[in-house]
């Protein structure tokens, strides 16, 4: 892994290790979990709130994936 890509990888790091990160997805969770079937008003409502939580799960969904992508570039240069 170059530097350049170990300093990427390192900053994600940092940022998903503080405390605003983490607020930050509990606010997402608490979003996600206040979507009621019932709150859905119209069509165009519920189009609004298909994109509002697809966004939300890309982002909650993030550290993971960069903690992924990181051990696979990890993996294949160990092999």
């Given amino acids: 892994m170059s530097p350049e890509d170990e300093k990427y990888y390192e900053n ?19 979003i996600l979990n206040g979507h009621r079937i019932e709150d859905i008003r119209d069509e165009q409502n519920l189009a609004y709130i298909k994109g509002e939580r697809a966004a939300l799960m890309r982002v909650r969904r993030f550290a993971g ?4 992508n990181y051990d696979l570039i990890l993996e294949r240069q160990n092999a």
């Fill in 12 to 30: 994600y790091f940092d940022t998903f290790a503080t405390e605003g990160w983490k607020q930050f997805v509990e606010e997402i969770e608490s």
């Fill in 65 to 68: 994936s960069i903690r992924n």
